[in-house]
Nanobody, 125 residues
Framework: QVQLVESGGGLVQTGGSLRLSCAAS????????MGWYRQSPGKRRELVAT???????NYADSVRSRFTISGDISKRTIDLRMNSLKPEDTGVYYC???????????????????WGQGTRVTVSS
């Protein structure tokens, strides 16, 4: 199965910046899209940003003017550059991959999606 590993989380003051990275590993043949989701205490996980294999990106309205997603799906990596961070950005950020074709010994299998373990972002007031 594909494994997603996130990095770059940490503690930052309001107005600061962080860069998150995610790398997919395994016998991956292709990925339709990858993205970032976040979850704050007491809230449901929400979409932050996604990018597909053509480079088309999508953002939540709350982060559109401040965050930038980038990466190379063919290299199985994505980044999230977060600027002008606010306390409400605090949460655990999860990397996600959608529609993953994997090479296995017996042929090819499709994984609907996969989640990383998450990296924590804390923005102090």
């Amino acid at each position: 199965q594909v494994q997603l590993v996130e990095s770059g989380g940490g503690l930052v003051q309001t107005g600061g910046s962080l860069r998150l990275s995610c790398a997919a590993s395994g016998s991956v043949l292709s990925i339709e899209s990858m993205g970032w989701y976040r979850q704050s205490p007491g809230k449901r996980r929400e979409l932050v940003a996604t990018i597909d294999s053509t480079g088309t990106s999508n953002y939540a309205d709350s982060v559109r003017s401040r965050f930038t997603i980038s990466g190379d799906i063919s290299k199985r990596t994505i980044d999230l550059r977060m600027n002008s961070l606010k306390p409400e950005d605090t949460g655990v950020y999860y990397c996600h991959a959608n529609k993953i074709l994997m090479a296995i010994r017996s042929g090819i299998t499709l994984e609907n999606d996969s989640w990383g373990q998450g990296t924590r972002v804390t923005v102090s007031s």
